[in-house]
């Protein structure tokens, strides 16, 4: 079992940055791979950022790639989202997720065993 706790959530303008942190107890954390998914009001929750349980392989949805940056540090147990030019589209409720398995990285909800409870992201025009 693992508790996760995402924070850094608030309100940006249009092209500002924020940067999400999850906390997460338990099991060792290397041995989780980890996601970022958000969820806009109205809207399926959504796939986002992935890692594997080293860190050495990411993958992020299309709409994401080059402005976001998913890491880990293995030695505080956190996982961050490093998210830039921040678009109004990009508001939603983001979510912290882990799989057991870090060997690979997943990105479909399914695939996560644990969640955080979320955070919201507000990006103003």
């Known amino acids: 079992q693992v508790q996760l706790v995402e924070s850094g959530g608030g309100l940006v303008q249009a092209g500002g940055s924020l940067r999400l942190s999850c906390a997460a107890s338990?099991?060792?954390?290397?041995?989780?791979?980890m996601g970022w998914f958000r969820q806009a009001p109205g809207k399926e929750r959504e796939f986002v950022a992935t890692?594997?349980?080293?860190?050495?392989?990411?993958y992020y949805a299309d709409s994401v790639k080059v402005r976001f940056t998913i890491s880990r540090d293995n030695a505080k147990d956190t996982v961050y989202l490093q998210m830039n030019s921040l678009k109004p589209e990009d508001t939603a409720v983001y979510y912290c997720a882990a799989t057991d398995d870090g060997r690979f990285y997943y990105t479909l909800r399914g695939q996560y065993n644990y969640w955080g409870q979320g955070t919201q992201v507000t990006v103003s025009s």
């Open positions: 338990g099991r060792t954390f290397s041995s989780y791979a």
């Open positions: 890692i594997d349980g080293s860190g050495g392989s990411r």
